[in-house]
């Protein structure tokens, strides 16, 4: 139970719908059976909440599908939201591969809610334990349709307040970042593979905001970045028996 | 947090009825609930009578992570030396309501007032009382290996007479050297960009001193473009901490390693500092001066029951701070 591995996650900021390219919600699937959990968070309009709820209803599919979690909030609350999103969906992940060993061991439909609690609370030990020690790979995908424009400063902020968490943690994070629209392509990388956050304030910056919102093809880039990554690795270091631990795991 | 809360207030656990009877599945002990005390994130807090008439609060939450993991820490804190680190646990179990399983816990009920309504019309020495108590059980939490984490006003409570501040809502409490559970951004030290969010003593020092600045600033206040600045001089213009502006200020920025070096630098103000007359008391004693001998009279009585007031006060003050020990 010990074993060390990585978790793998997309984080998607967003503040509408899609309407470009892949259904988005499908892609969340596709990431998902790659053993990615797809997070989602819902950026609302101070001034239009209302009509703007309807259209985030596609926030929570494509991350029920991605097998995260979503939540859509006020622009003001989006430091401490963007943390808290991406440490829950760490736990829940982690959770399900707890459960999933529990099962192998004590016979399929049993959870850790059948234990009696003197025992469970050994168990959650083992989660947190996990919790804090994994690896851990995060693709910030961020929406750089108009309607985003005055927000990206206060996303850049809860960016480096999420930087701020996971670097407080024993195990290694690795961040890496994508706009769409770009300003030559849908999806554009802003910035590759890195430890920290805090560097954003110049690629911000170079942000120009477009008319169209292609979702689907950003969460597929992203898919196709941890292929390229893990493939990478794999060729360094042989860690093929970590990543299969969590891969029977992604559900 | 905003997700979890509106989910959550709506759980069936977290509107139940005075009169409510919980039967846990595997301990089989029964407690009648008799009114919320509140809810947050993980669950909701009832007051209630067990089965002998005792008061007791109770938790009942959704999600048995949070819950399993609060009772891990209330279970580690029996078993700190000395008095009890926050509420201590009486019993966990699980209770069946309409088709579901709640994992539930029952605690000690401390009963007492929100520490920032206590402080309400209180003078600045019980600032330095109540943190040389709340600094006390953290340093013993720290030497045991843990940090608090959610520290903020509404995590504490003050029982008595005689008064002693407690520790409630042990959800953020984390291993020393891991990232910390669960913060409120005012209190978090990461927020204001002056450090990370590690769990050591550091961290809940500087929540312990912007509990300070709370108590001076009842209303906060919000993170401008240069928090560090900001922080001192909100620091430096509160009447309520001029006694311990070097003392909020070390621990704001870190310079504390320990508890303990913090409540000794408390204690030593608290007993040491004199009160310097206010420039408008000095300017309302010269110009009694020259009025008559009789109004000189009567400020002197006035001084010399101030005095003596201030005296029992200080007793008083040693006798509470006795208390932590
Ligand atoms: N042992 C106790 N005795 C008396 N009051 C308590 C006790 N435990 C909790 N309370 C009160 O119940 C309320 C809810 O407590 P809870 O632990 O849920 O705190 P919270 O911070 O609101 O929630 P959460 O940690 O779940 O977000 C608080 O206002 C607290 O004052």
Redesign the interface.
């Known amino acids: 139970m010990k074993r060390k591995g990585t978790l793998r996650q997309i984080l998607l900021i967003t503040d509408g719908c899609s309407n470009q390219g892949e259904d988005p919600v499908a892609m969340a699937a596709l990431a998902r059976e790659q053993g990615i959990t797809v997070n989602v968070i819902g950026v609302l309009h101070e001034d239009t909440p209302e009509y703007q709820a309807r259209g985030l209803r596609e926030v929570e599919e494509i991350a029920s599908m991605g097998g995260g ?1 979503s ?3 006020y622009t003001r ?1 989006l ?3 963007v943390q ?1 999103v991406t440490k829950k969906a760490m ?1 829940q992940t982690i ?1 399900g591969i707890v459960n999933s060993e529990l099962q192998q061991i004590l016979g399929n439909d049993y959870r ?2 059948d234990l ?3 025992k ?2 050994e ?3 083992v ?2 334990d996990l919790g ?1 020690t994994m690896d851990l790979e995060v693709i910030i995908l961020i929406d750089a349709s108009g309607s985003m424009e005055n927000k990206l400063a206060t996303v850049q902020e809860s960016l480096i ?1 999420l930087s ?7 195990g290694d994070n690795q961040f890496s970042m994508y706009a769409f629209p770009g300003k030559k392509k849908d999806v554009e990388l802003l910035m590759d593979w890195n430890g920290r956050l805090d560097s954003l304030t110049t690629i911000f910056s170079k942000l120009s905001s477009g008319g169209i919102t292609p979702t689907g093809p950003a969460i597929k880039e992203a898919i196709q970045a941890f292929t390229i990554r893990r493939s990478k690795r794999s060729l360094i270091r042989d860690d093929a028996s970590s990543d299969e631990f969590l891969e029977e795991s992604g559900m | 947090m905003m997700h979890h809360q509106m989910n959550f207030s709506k759980s069936p656990v977290c509107n139940l009825t005075p009169g409510t009877v919980i039967v846990g599945k595997w301990h089989k002990n029964r407690y009648t609930l008799m009114r919320r005390l509140g809810f947050g994130a993980t669950g909701a807090v009832y007051l209630s009578k067990d089965a002998n008439g005792n008061k007791v609060a109770v938790k009942i939450g959704q999600d048995n992570m949070s819950i399993t993991s609060e009772v891990n820490v209330l279970k580690t804190f029996s078993r700190v030396q000395g008095n009890v680190l926050g509420p201590s646990l009486i019993d966990v179990d699980d209770w069946y309501y309409e088709k579901k399983q709640y994992p539930f816990y029952a605690m000690e009920y401390l009963e007492g007032e929100n520490v920032l309504s206590f402080m309400k019309g209180k003078r600045e020495e019980w600032v330095g009382i109540l943190l040389v108590q709340l600094l006390t059980d953290l340093e013993r939490l720290h030497k045991a290996g843990w940090a608090f984490g959610d520290l903020k006003p509404d995590n504490l409570i003050v029982v008595g007479p005689p008064y002693r501040i407690r520790l409630i809502d042990v959800g953020g409490t984390t291993l020393i050297g891991r990232s910390i559970k669960e913060y409120t951004e005012f209190f978090d030290r990461g927020y204001w960009g002056l450090g990370s969010r590690r769990a050591e003593p550091e961290y809940d020092l500087f929540a312990a001193c912007m509990i300070m600045l709370n108590m001076a600033y009842p209303a906060r206040f919000e993170k401008k473009a240069q928090p560090e600045k900001q922080l001192a001089a909100a620091v430096n213009k509160s009447p309520l901490l001029k006694r311990y502006r070097k003392i909020v200020i070390n621990g704001l920025f870190g310079k504390y390693n320990s508890a303990e070096k913090m409540r000794n630098d408390l204690v030593h103000t608290l007993s040491t500092y004199k009160k310097q007359a206010p420039v408008a008391d000095q300017e309302a004693m010269s110009r009694s001066v020259r009025r008559s001998n009789q109004k000189k009279k009567k400020t002197k009585i006035l001084f010399e029951t101030l005095l003596l007031a201030s005296f029992l006060f200080i007793v008083y003050m040693f006798y509470l701070v006795s208390q932590t020990m």
Do not use: Y
């Open positions: 979690i939540q859509i909030v609350q430091s401490q939201t808290m736990t959770q850790v809610d009696p609690p003197e469970r609370g168990v959650i030990e989660v947190d804090e307040d701020i968490s996971l670097n407080s943690r024993i």
